[in-house]
């Protein structure tokens, strides 16, 4: 079964290839001098700081800053499920960032892209255990924008 795999490897390899498959992080790759080159803007919000530091640990903090991002966030709760008692048990927290890409010479802006996602958190009797649970979903909601906003620019940066 292994030497079925490697065959298989082996004709999926030319395969990708010529469909235009390129790893971004390969030496000249399109993504090669992204890391380590975009300075987000100061956040202002809890939600902004932790989009930021999810950011720098997947883009690398800005050391020669080429390129200078703005992201404007977007967080709405909505209440998903409810009890005989009317009491919301479950809420939804949706989240929207639109960030703008843009060179720090000329302040141009080269790149524009939105992303969402959401995520969702379950209420409880305890107040501080459903304050919790609310801290932590905003925290993966901001974990997952910073991933997407990292595959849009890792899939885009040709383009800029």
Do not use: H, W
């Not at 987000?40 to 700081?49: A, H, I, L, S, Y």
């Not at 998903?80 to 060179?103: E, F, K, P």
């Not at 901001?142 to 990292?150: G, S, W």
Request: charged share 20%.
């Amino acid at each position: 079964m292994s030497s079925f795999n490697r065959r298989f490897l082996l004709l999926a390899l030319p395969a990708l290839a010529a469909c235009g498959f390129e790893p971004v992080y390969v030496t000249g790759g399109s993504a090669e001098g992204l890391r380590g080159s975009i300075l987000v803007d100061e956040p202002t919000t809890q939600d902004g700081f932790n989009l930021v530091t999810q950011l720098e640990q997947r883009l690398g903090r800005a050391q020669a800053p080429v390129y200078g991002m703005s992201v404007t966030l977007e967080v709405e709760e909505k209440g998903l499920a409810i009890s005989g008692s009317n009491d919301i048990t479950r809420y939804n927290v949706l989240g929207t960032a639109v960030y703008v890409l843009r060179n720090l010479g000329s302040n141009e802006q080269v790149y524009k892209g939105t992303v969402n996602t959401f995520t969702a958190y379950s209420a409880s009797a305890q107040p501080v255990a459903t304050l919790a649970a609310k801290r932590d979903a905003s925290e993966r909601l901001m974990t997952a924008l910073a991933d997407k906003i990292t595959t849009d620019l890792l899939i885009n940066s040709g383009k800029f």
